[in-house]
């Protein structure tokens, strides 16, 4: 028994990560808009490849008054060179509610690492985003900072980063608004098994000048190992903003299988 176990632990593994997803699905949960990025999911932890890369389809649908239809497409680029890494990441959503299509959000992301002296690393970041549902016509982010692999282990590897970025926002019914926000994170990657990864990732972001003023962001998601260029997957993301601007909600979350093809 152990052995037919073994042999085909594969589609066991691929059969928990489809009930987890039923399950989840099944739990009520609504699909928002927030746009949480879990770099960990992106980044390589083996230097045999100097390029790799993905590019990742995901989908949601919910009912309550209409019919909600949704469609991400996901890009990703990374090159490791000796000690440093280069890392994009991109996304754009398509939305459909009753007989209505339109685009609602997207983001490009570029990442800069260079470990200098490990376990600690340098990182430096810029960010160009829009969210029609949360009235943002632009957020511009640019930063640094340094990121510290405190556990480093073949089953799990935990990091905490700490930055500072200049956040630069333009919202469709307020003043243009810039700071200058502390940006820390925790992130957890846990393999599961062979095929099945865990990625975690949360960041606190307080103004500098204002430390009531501070957003939460977390993101954790599930990827299994389909093949050798298929990767499936779903990820959880909840966004809390303590000052919201005037009529965007303060508590965001979205539920999202995905299908990634990598390269």
Not at 104 to 129: C, D, M
Not at 186 to 193: C, F, K, P, Q, R
Not at 226 to 247: M, R, V, W
């Amino acid at each position: 028994m152990i052995g037919i176990m073994g042999k085909y632990r594969h589609v066991t593994q691929l059969c928990c990560l489809c009930c987890i997803l039923a399950g989840l699905l099944m739990s009520g949960l609504q699909p928002a808009y927030s746009q949480v990025l879990n770099v960990e999911e992106m980044r390589t932890f083996q230097d045999s490849l100097p390029w790799e890369g993905s590019l990742g389809l995901k989908g949601e649908m919910s009912k309550s008054d209409e019919l909600f239809l949704n469609t991400t497409v996901t890009s990703h680029v990374q090159h490791l060179r000796k000690q440093k890494q280069f890392l994009y990441l991109g996304e754009f959503n398509l939305n459909r509610t009753g007989d209505s299509t339109f685009s609602e959000n997207g983001y490009l992301h570029l990442r800069f690492v260079s470990h200098v002296k490990r376990p600690l690393a340098f990182e430096s970041f810029t960010q160009i985003q829009y969210n029609k549902a949360l009235q943002i016509k632009q957020r511009f982010l640019l930063g640094c900072g340094v990121r510290w692999h405190i556990v480093k282990g073949k089953k799990a590897k935990i990091y905490l980063g700490f930055a500072a970025m200049f956040d630069d926002e333009i919202y469709q019914q307020t003043p243009r608004e810039q700071y200058i926000r502390n940006s820390d994170y925790i992130s957890l990657v846990l393999s599961l098994g062979k095929n099945l990864v865990f990625t975690s990732i949360t960041y606190y972001q307080p103004v500098f000048r204002d430390m009531a003023d501070y957003r939460l962001l977390t993101s954790n998601g599930l990827s299994f190992h389909a093949g050798k260029h298929i990767n499936l997957g779903i990820t959880y993301c909840l966004t809390y903003d303590s000052q919201p601007p005037a009529g965007v909600v303060s508590t965001v979350y979205s539920l999202k299988p995905e299908l990634l093809f990598t390269f």
